[in-house]
């Protein structure tokens, strides 16, 4: 697909935390439009509870529909079942089928919990073996619908950046103060927003030269929750303290301990290798200003 400004997108879950940085981003090289499942200003409400009541003549049929919405949570998938398939599964596949049959394009947001537990590394070769709820609903849309030319599944590692929810718990931590508490065994390969934004780009431009259904974006390298912590430290000289905690079996139930994901693909999308963890936090957290705000607490100068 050429890089036109014609080029119609329309992006399910632009509220959320990698929607919204995909729905400003995407603005600057095509008509953009986004969803949200509230009521908000200059964005289509669509919940996808009731996928079914959706206008969907609102989707032009050379568009391609990106959809980041979910519920994400691996525990609240296990615990509240029911909930979730159907936003993830009932609400998300009618979505999907609607938008295919209007002869649109569909980017689903997957996970590299798909591959399961996976201390070696794993890549678009490697069979699924999807671990807790969440994984086996990412699983099942890819399965219905993966062998469609005009669906794409993009299987995503941690997503980092500075207002991903670890590190605004460690940034938190830092600036009170207070230890921060560390899970281990933990590994993912760490990926960067800003890569993740500009991979998904970079595909809706050159749909037609990645004919494969399946791609992994993860980062450069896989690291544990401790890594993640020390290369913080080592880069924000915040002198973060924490402590480790293994976590318990039921933790473990639905979400694998390790998943070493790699892709031939990712770096062909970005021209590029993805920027591994310590060089996507040189540009994410910049130094003198997180020296800056440390001296403030509570609003008052230390």
Known sequence: MKNEKTTKILIVGASGYIGSE???????????NGTSSRYQKDLI?????EA?????????????????????????CTNDYSSA???????????????????????FFSSDAVYGECSEICDERSPPKPLG????????IETRFESNSRFKSLRLSYVFSREDKFTKYLLKCANKKIEADIFHPFYRSVVYL??????????????????QSILNFGGAETISRIKFA??????????????????????????????AMSSPFFKILLGRLPLNLDEAMHIELPLHELQSNSKFENGKKQ
């Open 194 to 211: 800003q890569d993740v934004i500009e991979g998904v780009i970079a595909l809706i431009e050159n749909w037609d030269k990645h004919p």
């Open 45 to 49: 409400r669509l919940n996808l509870k």
């Open 85 to 107: 398939f159907e936003i993830n599964v009932l609400g998300t596949a009618t979505l999907i089928a609607n938008v295919l049959e209007r002869g649109s394009r569909v980017i």
């Open 22 to 32: 995909l729905f400003k981003a995407a603005k600057n090289k095509f008509h953009v």
């Open 133 to 140: 709820e969440y994984a086996r609903m990412k699983h099942e």
């Open 230 to 259: 020390e290369t913080f430290n080592q880069h924000t000289q915040l002198g973060m303290k924490f402590t480790v905690t293994e976590p318990s079996c039921e933790f473990f139930s639905s979400r694998p301990r390790s998943i």
């Open 52 to 76: 079914e009541h959706f206008s969907y003549e609102l989707i032009a049929s050379d568009s391609v529909v990106v959809i980041t919405a979910a519920i994400s949570a691996p525990d609240v």
